[in-house]
């Protein structure tokens, strides 16, 4: 698992919080994605029932976590749920967002 620039090239800005920008700049990006994929690699190499993400923002994370989770969830405090969706859409995968 993994958060790759690839993965991230096509992903729009979903809220005025969301820092997917800053995931894609050279140095800044990698400092960003390394936070999350430092954590992904604690993950133990198995599928799970169900993951929740808190601050899905653009939905870069849900389409890694959708690769071992056969239930995803994710809320957001200002993140729109559809644009979320159709990236995840676009990919094969479907979650359960919500904004609150």
Known sequence: ?????????DIPK???????EY???PLVG???RERINRGLRMLPDRRYESALEIGYAAGAL????AER??????ID????????????AAHG???DLIQG
């Open 69 to 74: 989770t056969g239930d995803l969830h994710g």
């Open 62 to 65: 849900q389409l890694v976590l």
């Open 77 to 88: 405090l200002d993140a729109d749920p559809e644009p979320a969706r159709r990236v995840l």
């Open 14 to 20: 979903n809220g005025p919080t969301d820092p997917i």
């Open 1 to 9: 698992l993994e958060l790759t620039p690839g993965l991230l090239r």
């Open 93 to 95: 995968h479907t979650a």
């Open 23 to 25: 995931y894609r700049r």
């Open 30 to 32: 990698w400092l960003f």
